[in-house]
C-alpha cells in the first residue's frame, strides 16, 4: 500500500526556519519521484521543490529557491524539506507527493499525504 505522512509544521515567526519530514512507503521511495507542494487558502495547490529517485536531480519554484532544501534520507524512507528564511506568504498546507514522471504539474502525481499546516506570523 503506498503510503505518505507528513509531519513538522507549525507556527513560526518570520525569518525563522522549519523542517518538514515525509515518511514514504519503501517501494514508493526507491522507484518514485518525490515532490513538495503546498496550498494556501482560497488558493491552489502549487509547485515548491521535487527530487529524482536518486535523489541526483533538484529542482525548486523561483519562489523558494535559495530559501528551501529538499533532501531524501535513504536509509529512513523520509524526504525532507528544510525550509528558512520564511515569510508570511509561505502559509499554507504542505504536502509531498509521488510521481512516475519528473514534472511539476499536480495532476500527474498519483498519491499524497495528508498534509501538514506551516503558519508564518509577521
Known amino acids: 500500500q503506498v503510503k505518505l505522512v507528513e509531519s513538522g509544521g507549525g507556527l513560526v515567526e518570520a ?12 517501494r514508493t ?24 529517485s536518486t535523489g541526483k536531480d533538484i529542482s525548486y519554484a523561483d519562489f523558494v529557491r535559495g530559501r528551501f532544501t529538499i533532501s531524501k534520507d535513504i536509509a529512513k524512507n523520509t524526504l525532507y524539506l528544510q525550509m528558512n528564511s520564511l515569510k508570511p506568504e509561505d502559509t499554507a498546507v504542505y504536502y509531498c507527493g509521488a510521481s512516475d514522471y519528473w514534472v511539476v504539474r499536480e495532476h500527474e502525481y498519483y498519491t499524497w499525504g495528508q498534509g501538514t499546516q506551516v503558519t508564518v506570523s509577521s
Do not use: D, N
Not at 521511495?29 to 529524482?52: D, H, N, Y
Open 15 to 26: 525569518g525563522g526556519s522549519l523542517t518538514l519530514s515525509c515518511i514514504v512507503s519503501r
Open 29 to 52: 521511495f526507491s522507484r518514485s519521484v518525490l515532490g513538495w507542494f503546498r496550498q494556501a487558502p482560497g488558493k491552489e495547490r502549487e509547485f515548491v521543490a521535487i527530487i529524482s
